[in-house]
């Protein structure tokens, strides 16, 4: 199908996601080179990935792919030992590689009956996490401080942690205000995608206290300052557990979270 070509309207779910990856990318690469001479008549094709980035896109097929796959094999295999399409079926689980963090990807493989899809479009997902450990590192400093009484470094920090983890979450969205040099830039843009409902509105509510707080909490020693509370500290920490789960490398950590694992992709019939 050509890119401008309407789909048919019996088309639906991941059938009408798989022709349209087809119109946009695939199809275009494959007839390229094709005419290239690269690709001969007797192609066949068995998987497909598109891989978006600040650069632009990238297709890859067959065995031009990249990434980390999670199967959970119904038969015994050996290091070394030839995976065979049939074993695609058993696969939970299939992300970019570490040093593609940063790109959107959609990806599918066939697996003998149907496509499996596995995709991410979400751009700097690799900058967004580091920016969450950051967090996560003045939350620690601010939970210190404030369990010491030292309301003014506890408000301080916390602020910079509520401050990183809007930052993380505009990343996502290659929103223009993670370049600002001022507070107020995060605080607008994190704010407005508050009031379309992106955000937890307590974490909203804390971050906009925070700021308020932070010019008296660290110039002034007056009583009536608020420390941030141990609901406050833990709501944070919620927060960083959150964010961490949405952009980190889809990574099984032990043999039993991969036997456990659902089928978050989609499988359609060839």
């Known amino acids: 199908m050509k890119p401008d070509e309407e789909l048919p309207t019996s088309l639906a779910g991941p059938y009408m996601t798989i022709v349209h990856m087809f119109q946009l990318a695939f199809t275009p690469e494959i007839e390229r080179r094709l005419a290239a001479g690269s690709l001969d008549e007797k192609f066949v094709l068995w998987a497909a990935q598109l891989i978006q980035s600040e650069n632009g896109q990238m297709v890859r097929l067959n065995d031009e792919i990249r990434g980390v796959m999670h199967a959970k094999m119904g038969r015994p295999v050996e290091k070394g030992e030839p995976v065979l399409f049939s074993d695609l079926r058993d696969v939970v689980d299939f992300d970019v590689e570490e040093s593609e963090l940063n790109c959107g990807h959609f990806t599918m493989i066939f697996d003998g009956a149907g496509w499996r899809v596995f995709f991410n479009f979400q751009w700097g997902r690799a900058e967004s996490l580091s920016t969450i450990e950051l967090a996560d590192q003045f939350l620690a400093v601010a939970r210190y401080a404030a369990s010491q009484g030292h309301t003014?470094?506890?408000?301080?920090?916390?602020?910079?942690?509520?401050?990183?983890?809007?930052?993380?979450?505009?990343?996502?969205?290659?929103?223009?205000?993670?370049?600002?040099k001022t507070h107020g830039g995060i605080s607008s843009a994190i704010n407005s995608w508050g009031?379309?409902?992106?955000?937890?509105?307590?974490?909203?509510?804390?971050?906009?206290?925070?700021?308020?707080?932070?010019?008296?909490?660290r110039y002034s020693t007056a009583s009536e300052i608020q420390p941030p509370t141990a609901n406050e500290i833990e709501l944070v920490a919620r927060e960083i557990e959150m964010l961490k789960s949405a952009v980190a490398p889809r990574r099984p950590r032990n043999e039993k979270e991969v036997s456990e694992a659902g089928h978050p992709s989609s499988t359609a019939g060839a």
């Open 195 to 217: 009031k379309l409902g992106n955000v937890d509105s307590r974490f909203l509510k804390l971050f906009n206290r925070m700021s308020r707080a932070r010019s008296g909490a």
């Open 152 to 180: 003014g470094p506890a408000i301080d920090n916390m602020f910079s942690a509520c401050e990183l983890l809007s930052k993380a979450r505009l990343i996502l969205h290659r929103d223009q205000a993670v370049q600002s």
